[in-house]
């Protein structure tokens, strides 16, 4: 079976689900209510950060957190649906895509991010 690509693993039609957490990881604690985020509802929201402006993964975890009534969002399951969002973003620039029709990955991962040492599309170069 072929490889997904990214954009396939982004737009993949998984939905939201909220738990409870099966136990302490990741700075969360058993049984707290944890959203588990789709790499398109990441997307969506970071399309939502305006020009000019900046927000941290651990802002808009919170906000999606409050947005599913969870009390936190899993920074692991995140983290995968980060680097789905920053790949396509990657994939569309080098493809010719006006950055203002690309998701604005750049107001939340800085040159210091990990998920940016990660890209395909930087290891090409």
Known sequence: ???????EK?????QPEVKRCPKDIAGMKQGQLMLLPT???LDALIRTIPH?????VVELRAILAKQAKAE???PIVTGFCMRAVAEVAA????????????TPVWRVLDRASPTLAKLEQGKRR
């Open 39 to 41: 790499a398109e509802q």
């Open 1 to 7: 079976m072929p490889r997904k690509t990214w954009l």
């Open 10 to 14: 982004l737009h993949n039609g998984e």
């Open 72 to 74: 936190v969002t899993c």
């Open 91 to 102: 994939e569309q620039l080098a493809a010719g895509i006006a950055p203002d029709d690309v």
């Open 52 to 56: 000019g402006r900046a927000k941290s």
